[in-house]
């Protein structure tokens, strides 16, 4: 039997030949107009475990959006590892700015450019392909229990349902996530924690229809300007959120983490003119970066619509105006108590004449995890094998739903992904650094190996 290394080297190749046809499918929960190819994602996904040997392979609780959920040949004795991962991806709009199309994987300087490449399709196949590695001869030296929803970018709304009506789903010894990236080029990570989110559109009414701003202009109420109005009042210029109570769950980490945060290697300069490509950085500047990324609430505006944005001009008084925003939550925020502050905050701002709604799309808690204990161990040893450094544990700003409830029966959830943080998730251009993915087989492979 080959060793891990020895498969990773021979059978390149045909590993990226069929990433690639995993990532030729457009699977974008976030768009109803995408359910089918959502589907034939998690078939796909389905038939590949089946051929590698899974038992028991099936498309559980979606039409559109299944989990899938196989098991490895069953190994008495041994441990049960949950591999959780993604087959879903965002939008990969704005398409002009791709150079590639986003559902072509294209290769350059060693990169492969394609929706999906990292976030998530590219980080779980590495464990599936390290699955097949390790289960060459038919008798893996664990068991594997994969996981692997189409729903993660709206949510995991099915993939909770499951979990809810099947517990013993995750009743495993450890669960293994990749889906974070390592913390630069080098430096394998551990995330000990993710923020959670709160997703709302708030949508503002001022007048029974449009109007001509020059015969109203001066007295009707202008939908667009109310809601600039509100959102403006919901965040200091300093960076402080103007949310009431929003502050009060929010615990600061540790001086311990803190301290090792501070021995990262970081440029802030580098970070902000390369990575942000800014010429400031905003927010709380009293915190350092690593505390506003990880360990503080954000209030984002994602986009605003109504009135006119057309060619030319248009002389009108907008009745509606509607904007999309969300805030990231950190540990001990909680996705429900934030809503309500965030709805009772915008009704107590808003003007009497206008008519404001706030309406939730999708979320999650912020979760801790515990990164210490012997599978962690096992997979520092690997890191150190092959990446010649063990993982450093850090957070991320991120979400991830599903987390929580993975380690609802006990099982410590160990999230290392090995991403590179310029891989461009959800932006265009996504791309995985191909010897990160061929890395990914040989750790992951050696990881279930040692386990
Ligand atoms: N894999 C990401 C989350 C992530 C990325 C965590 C990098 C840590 C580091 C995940 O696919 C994601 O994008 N999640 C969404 C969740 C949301 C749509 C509910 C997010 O964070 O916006
Ligand atoms: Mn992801
Ligand atoms: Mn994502």
């Given amino acids: 039997m080959p060793t891990v290394d020895e498969f990773t080297r021979e059978q390149q190749d045909r590993l990226l030949e069929e990433l690639n046809d995993l990532l030729r499918i457009p699977s974008v929960s976030t768009d109803p107009n995408h359910a089918r190819d959502c589907r034939t994602a998690s078939e796909w996904v389905a038939d590949h475990l089946k051929e590698l040997g899974c038992t028991s392979v099936e498309l559980k609780a979606s039409d559109t959006h299944p989990v899938v959920v196989a098991d490895g040949p069953v190994q008495p004795g041994k441990p049960t590892v949950l591999v959780y991962g993604h087959y879903d991806v965002q939008p990969p709009d704005p398409l002009d700015l791709w150079e590639s199309p986003p559902f072509e994987p294209t290769v350059r300087d060693g990169n492969l450019y394609a929706r999906g490449a990292t976030d998530d399709k590219g980080q779980v196949f590495s464990i599936i392909k390290a699955f097949e590695a390790v289960s060459q001869g038919g008798s893996p030296p664990v068991n594997v229990r994969f996981l692997i929803e189409g729903q993660e970018e709206s949510g995991s709304g099915i993939l909770f349902g499951l979990l809810e009506r099947e517990p013993e789903l995750v009743d495993v010894d450890v669960a293994l996530v990749a889906d974070t990236p390592y ?23 001022t007048l029974k229809g449009d109007l001509h701003s020059g015969l109203y202009g001066g007295v009707a109420p202008n939908a667009h300007e109310t809601l600039v109005q509100i959102l403006s009042q919901l ?9 009431p109570g929003l502050y009060e769950a929010v615990a600061r980490p540790s001086k311990q983490e803190r301290d090792a945060w501070a021995s990262l290697p970081f440029k802030q300069q ?11 950085l905003t927010g709380l500047t009293r915190y350092s970066v690593f505390e506003r990324l990880w360990a503080l609430p954000t209030l984002d505006i994602h986009g605003i619509s109504g009135g006119f944005t057309g060619e030319g001009a248009k002389t009108v008084i907008p009745a509606v105006a509607s904007a999309k925003v969300s805030l990231r939550l950190v540990p001990n ?18 003007p009497k004449y206008a008519d404001v709604s706030v309406d939730f799309i999708h979320g999650a808690d912020p979760v801790l995890v ?26 991320s700003g991120g979400s991830i739903p599903i987390v929580p409830a993975l380690g609802q029966k006990g099982a410590p959830v160990i999230l290392s992904g090995i991403g590179l943080p310029d891989d461009g998730l959800h932006a265009p251009n996504e791309k995985i650094a191909i010897d990160q993915f061929l890395k990914g087989v040989r750790v992951f492979g050696r990881f279930f190996q040692k386990m």
């Fill in 333 to 350: 925020q909680k996705e429900k108590t934030v809503q309500r502050q965030l709805k009772r905050a915008v009704k107590a701002v808003a």
């Fill in 370 to 395: 515990d990164a210490t204990g012997p599978y962690m161990t096992l997979l520092d040893d690997a890191f150190r094998e092959i990446e010649g450094r063990g993982i450093v544990p850090i957070r």
């Fill in 270 to 280: 580098n970070f902000m003119r390369h990575e942000v490509g800014s010429r400031e």
């Fill in 235 to 243: 965040k200091s210029p300093k960076g402080r959120i103007k949310i």
């Fill in 183 to 205: 913390y630069a080029p080098g430096w394998p990570a551990v995330e000990t924690g993710l923020r959670g989110l709160c997703y709302a559109e708030i949508t503002v009414r």
